[in-house]
T-cell receptor
Framework: SQKIEQNSEALNIQEGKTATLTCNYT??????LQWYRQDPGRGPVFLLL?????KEKRKERLKVTFDTTLKQSLFHITASQPADSATYLC??????????FGTGTRLLVSP | GAVVSQHPSRVICKSGTSVKIECRSL??????MFWYRQFPKKSLMLMAT?????????EQGVEKDKFLINHASLTLSTLTVTSAHPEDSSFYIC???????????FGSGTRLTVV
């Protein structure tokens, strides 16, 4: 079955460093990968979308890559801040219909 | 940007009663909305796809008679948990795509507790 794995349940880093989160997919060939931020007790908030024919996408301090050979997406937050602390979810889809979500990575940025 | 409004944010109900959760797209029309369920420290599991003017499409293992979905207008979808039991306690979230957002816009979620 289609599987989206975020292999770090939690990630602790120091303020100012770059956080790198990993998303791997198996038994799947998604056309789109999306990254969302979720704070406790809230719904996810869309951050970035990358298409299978795009290698990299950036938005302010965020960068996402899509490697169809490795079947992997990396999500980077540069110059991380304590306010970036949240759970980050990777989601895949073949079109703009249903999303398959990963289990999420809890990021904690310490001052 | 696109906003999806979800109500109520929290509800406590007795076993055997029904609970309705509303999901509205503000300032954009959503012919399709999605309903998810999330357990603590777990990911979002898609329950069903709500289609305006037609029947919802349920994921495997989701009881359609238990989780009634109505998408009567282009801006409103409702999820009714019928004859709720404690095991239905969970965080329910809706989403829609549109309003100029490249990804999906999610509601703020509903924490359902069945006692």
């Amino acid at each position: 079955s289609q599987k989206i794995e975020q292999n770090s349940e939690a990630l602790n880093i120091q303020e100012g460093k770059t956080a790198t989160l990993t998303c791997n997919y198996t038994n799947y060939s998604p056309a789109y990968l999306q990254w969302y931020r979720q704070d406790p007790g809230r719904g996810p908030v869309f951050l970035l979308l990358i298409r299978e024919n795009e290698k990299e996408k950036r938005k302010e301090r965020l960068k996402v890559t899509f490697d169809t050979t490795l079947k992997q997406s990396l999500f980077h937050i540069t110059a991380s801040q304590p306010a970036d602390s949240a759970t980050y979810l990777c989601a895949a889809s073949t079109g703009f219909q249903k999303l398959v979500f990963g289990t999420g990575t809890r990021l904690l940025v310490s001052p | 940007g696109a906003v999806v409004s979800q109500h109520p944010s929290r509800v406590i109900c007795k076993s055997g009663t029904s609970v309705k959760i509303e999901c509205r797209s503000l300032d954009f029309q959503a012919t399709t909305m999605f309903w998810y369920r999330q357990f603590p420290k777990k990911s979002l599991m898609l329950m069903a796809t709500s289609n305006e003017g037609s029947k919802a499409t349920y994921e495997q293992g989701v009881e359609k008679d238990k989780f009634l979905i109505n998408h009567a207008s282009l801006t409103l979808s409702t999820l009714t948990v019928t004859s709720a039991h404690p095991e239905d306690s969970s965080f329910y979230i809706c989403s829609a795509r549109g309003g100029g957002n490249e990804g999906y816009t999610f509601g703020s979620g509903t924490r359902l507790t069945v006692v």
